[in-house]
């Protein structure tokens, strides 16, 4: 679903078990996280309060999280030498370059403009997870042991978020929407004989009006398509506001620093 509300939005509880989250909203959903045979996922503890933050600042739609395969791990080893077959002999232990965690993925819906709000598919680097696991010596359980598994966990969806707020508010459309925009605002301002000290207020306060504009274009094109199946002012809610013309580099700030400070997945005792 593409709706930033759902019925029992407004009574999230702050952490629920992992596998209860589907019974409180509908607007964050876990997959397949390729969790260990024999953990209890029921350890993990999900912040749905700071999902939802995160969701109305940055303008998401509904959050996925999921497992995927990553990239194999990257080793760099120390040549000591060259025997007498003319090989390269090594020494020392490998070091291992880390892979990131996730990627944060979004999807607009298709039949909507870059106002509307868009689906975030945060996948989960399930193997570099394990490797960080297995390589630290905090987690006498390993896999298994259910604050590896909450830290890592948390660190792949804050990372995915972060990335997520920049591909929903940061993108070719909408930087050539902002350059179309303040280009066309400050050509009739310079046009009309103002000078560059009134020019740029100008363009800075006239251009917000303007993509404000643009948010009732897009709800009239989805009438005109029957595709709007909400009114109006339910729409005009629902899309996304900002006091840039084009990219909302404050809704990305807004929804980065919150998804960096936030903690979002837990472990229960």
């Keep these: ?18 596998p209860e989250v589907s019974e409180y909203t509908d607007n964050v959903v876990f997959g397949n996280l390729g969790l260990p045979v024999g953990f209890d996922d029921e350890r993990l503890q999900v912040n749905l309060r700071a999902f939802r933050r995160v969701q109305r600042v940055a303008g ?24 007498a077959d003319g090989a390269a002999t090594m020494r ?7 892979q990131p965690l996730s990627t944060g993925n979004t999807q607009f819906p298709a039949d909507t403009t870059m ?6 598919i945060i996948k989960v680097n399930t193997g570099e997870v394990e490797a960080r696991t297995q390589t630290s010596e905090k987690y006498k359980k390993g896999l298994l042991d259910p604050k590896a598994q909450a830290r890592f966990l948390d660190k792949a969806v804050r990372r995915g978020l972060t ?11 909408k930087i050539g929407y902002g350059l179309r925009t303040y280009g066309m605002f400050a050509g009739l301002a310079l046009l009309g004989g103002s000078d560059i000290e009134r020019t740029v207020p100008f363009v800075l306060g006239a251009a917000p009006v303007l993509t404000n504009l643009g948010v009732v274009i897009a709800i009239h094109e989805r009438y005109m398509r029957g595709t709007q199946t ?39 005792s």
């Design 60 to 83: 998401l739609a509904t959050v996925s999280v999921v497992s995927a395969a990553g990239e194999r791990d990257q080793f760099d080893f120390n040549i000591s030498g060259v025997d």
């Design 163 to 173: 990335e997520a707020s920049w591909h929903a508010n940061v993108d070719k459309f």
């Design 92 to 98: 020392g232990a490998a070091k291992r370059h880390k």
């Design 1 to 18: 679903m593409t709706e930033l509300e759902s019925p029992t939005d407004s009574k999230l509880p702050r952490l629920v078990s992992l």
């Design 115 to 120: 106002f509307d709000n868009p689906d975030v």
């Design 230 to 268: 909400e009114g109006g002012l339910e729409t005009w809610r629902r899309f996304r506001q900002t006091f840039f013309a084009g990219c909302a580099f404050d809704r990305f700030l807004g929804g980065a620093g919150l998804a960096t400070n936030s903690k979002f997945i837990k472990s229960r």
